[in-house]
């Protein structure tokens, strides 16, 4: 073999060894290099606009290019999803939840892509979900049962819209207890409380950054909270696997996803970023501060999360007629 041969191959090998000790961002064909769009697929103000804010100039810092926060709200999120997700090259970032990732690619019209078309980034939030009445119209979540078994389709419950997430947890809990409820949808979870607050519903599905306030205030009584276990700032509220109903146990989420299309090593370099800000205390404290519990999952992870989701709603869908 040629010295130059063996010169070359030395240069390649420490070569490759320097590479694969630079950051990620540094290796990733020097990505990125400009502006990073955060799409958030509804109107400014919700949830999920909040909490790609907070994320945003953390994100900047970190890639050390500026992060933009981009809001193209319309088609329950699919118009916003679909545009963030038609890129290959890793700028465009989409906030991705349950809501527009989750019923609306088993129900309804379909958006133009499927899960088959993101890659995961990150978790970053769950939100528990409660089920309340105003004060006084059920004593406690046994009562509310009986009667949804015994008159079944005249208990009335609120969310957000057909074929939310929340929609789906009441047939859930409606399938679980034995009974049937008639769902009356609203076009906001503040709407669908206060829907319930008044009177005009019997009971709503309401996220806990909703309804914490009503309930700690004693304008509404949870009869249960969607985890395994109670919510610290909400003590008065049981969860529904302590009242018996461990199989209805059910988070909403939300998080972080890409393009199916980009390359690995951005990928990476976005996954890499956003372990580290969704980790960080402040970070946690401002997610908290907006409603949510911060619950981070990698990447990897939470593909797997978004593929299970769709098949526990796929079994309600399975058992009950959604609405047209």
């Known amino acids: 073999m040629s010295e130059r041969r063996i010169t070359r191959r030395a240069v390649l090998t420490r070569g490759l060894a320097v590479a694969a000790s630079l950051p990620l961002a ?10 990073i769009e955060i799409i958030v697929p509804y109107a400014p103000g919700g949830s999920t606009d909040a909490m790609g804010r907070v994320v945003a100039p953390r994100l900047s810092e970190l890639l050390k290019v500026p992060v933009v926060v981009s809001n193209r709200a319309g088609a329950a999120g699919a118009i916003g999803t679909a545009y963030g997700l038609a890129t290959s090259d890793g700028y465009r970032i989409v906030a991705g939840g ?4 989750g019923p609306g690619l088993i129900s309804g019209q379909r958006p133009s892509y ?35 078994r015994e008159k079944p389709d005249t208990i009335t419950f609120s969310t957000w819209g057909p074929r939310s997430p929340a929609h789906f947890y009441g047939e859930m809990i409606a399938e679980s207890v034995g009974g049937k409820l008639r769902h009356i949808p609203y076009d906001s979870g503040s709407k669908a409380m206060l829907a319930a607050m008044g009177g005009q519903v019997d ?7 909703t309804a914490k306030a ?21 003590p008065s509220v049981e969860s529904i696997k302590a009242l018996g109903y461990p199989n209805a ?17 951005r990928v990476a370099v976005l996954r890499q970023a956003f372990e580290k800000i969704l980790n960080e205390p402040k970070i946690k404290t401002a997610l908290a501060d907006g409603g949510a519990v911060p619950s981070y999952q990698s990447g990897p992870d939470y593909d797997r999360h978004l593929r299970q989701n769709l098949v526990t ?6 058992k009950v007629k959604m609405d047209d």
């Open 26 to 35: 540094a290796r990733a064909e020097d990505y990125p290099n400009h502006t």
């Open 313 to 318: 709603l796929s079994a309600v869908m399975a």
């Open 214 to 234: 009503q309930i700690n205030a004693g304008t509404l009584m949870g009869l249960l909270v969607s985890t395994e276990s109670k919510l610290p700032d909400i």
């Open 98 to 101: 349950n809501s527009n990732l």
């Open 203 to 209: 009971i709503a599905v309401a996220t806990a950054a």
């Open 114 to 148: 499927t899960l088959d078309d993101v890659t995961s980034i990150a978790r970053a939030t769950i939100n528990p979900l409660l089920l309340v009445a105003k004060t006084g119209r059920f004593a406690s979540f046994e009562a509310f049962a009986k009667e949804a």
């Open 249 to 265: 146990v059910y988070v909403s989420f939300e998080g972080f996803v890409t393009g199916s299309k980009v390359p690995a090593d």
